[in-house]
């Protein structure tokens, strides 16, 4: 079965410091691989995918991530972190079929003044 | 167009009691999927359905039904209420499988005495 594993729970940076969510997951092909954000009291919204087209994907709000099959990672990056970022960030995997997403535990991205 | 949209948006239960939470698309996505939130562990998959009159177990099914005779709704019914099911309930949506973007509603925050 597939799994998604978000180091770190909580991650504080300032306002224009570099942003970076750590995503790993296992399975033994290259699946659709997503990042999704969660505003407070809000459903899921898709910042990127990545879908074997290209390894470096840019999503919405200046975030891009980079798919690297050798170490299993899709990290999730913003060069400058502003405070409408805060929020909550969720990795997922779907397998082939594409009929399941599997979500990991999620990252509360803090940003201070 | 409205989207993905959830009935009710809070509901308090008792033990033993049962309900539905609604859950509506007006985006003729064949797909649509039940998760659960709760706090540490991501969203969890209860049931998907990849069209009208076709409805599949995910990760976390027992204590959940689901059908799906349109293609707008798939309403998830509880039929025995424990306090296990407090959690917020997430309904998503894509137009094929979930390779595609998922479209989520607000949510659910459900809440069992």
């Known amino acids: 079965a597939q799994s998604v594993t978000q180091l770190g729970s909580h991650v504080s940076v300032s306002e224009g410091a570099l942003v970076l969510l750590r995503c790993n997951y296992s399975s033994s092909v290259p699946p659709y691989l997503f990042w999704y954000v969660q505003y407070p009291n809000q459903g899921l919204q898709l910042l990127l995918k990545?879908?074997?087209?290209?390894?470096l994907v840019k999503g919405i709000n200046g975030f891009e991530a980079e798919f690297k099959k050798s170490e299993t990672s899709f990290h999730l990056t913003k060069p400058s972190a502003h405070m409408s970022d805060a929020a909550e960030y969720f990795c997922a995997v779907s397998d082939l079929s594409g009929n399941k997403l599997v979500f990991g535990a999620g990252t509360i991205l803090r940003v201070k003044s | 167009n409205a989207g993905v949209t959830q009935t009710p948006k809070f509901q308090v239960l008792k033990t033993g009691q049962s309900m539905t939470l609604q859950c509506a698309q007006d985006?003729?996505?064949?797909?649509m999927s039940w998760y659960r939130q709760d706090p540490g562990m991501g969203l969890r998959l209860i049931h998907y359905s990849v069209g009208a009159g076709i409805t599949d177990q995910g990760e976390v099914p027992n204590g959940y039904n689901v059908s799906r005779s349109t293609t707008e709704d798939f309403p998830l019914r509880l039929l025995s209420a424990a306090p296990s099911q407090t959690s917020v309930y997430f309904c998503?949506?894509?137009?094929?499988?979930?390779?595609?973007?998922?479209?989520f509603g607000q949510g659910t925050r459900l809440t069992v005495v």
């Open positions: 998503a949506s894509s137009s094929q499988t979930l390779s595609t973007e998922a479209f």
């Open positions: 985006m003729n996505h064949e797909y």
């Open positions: 990545y879908t074997s087209a290209a390894t």
